[in-house]
């Protein structure tokens, strides 16, 4: 029979685990923007934005404008395929 002195001493001492969301940066992972609202897809840094209100991942998509040639950035969303 244990006693809780007696587990506390078999045990391995705790150890600090660092920023949980810091991992990503230890295996080469991006950083994704997190925002309630949509950011401006032609000024945006990141590729990908994850919106917080309707939790959902977006990517950004370059689209030209084949009447005039202009250039410019739309977000379209990931599609989740583990449901």
Not at 11 to 32: E, M, S, T
Not at 35 to 49: G, I, K, S, V
């Amino acid at each position: 029979m244990y006693i809780p002195s007696d587990l506390q001493e078999r045990r391995k001492p705790l150890k600090v685990a660092g920023n949980p969301h810091g991992f990503y940066k230890l295996i080469d992972g991006k950083q994704i923007i997190i925002q309630f609202w949509e950011p401006d897809a032609n000024t945006a840094r990141l590729p990908y934005w994850y919106d917080a209100r309707n939790n959902k991942l977006y990517k950004q998509h370059k689209v030209i404008n084949h009447l005039t040639g202009v250039e410019s950035y739309v977000w379209k969303p990931v599609i989740n395929t583990f449901k």
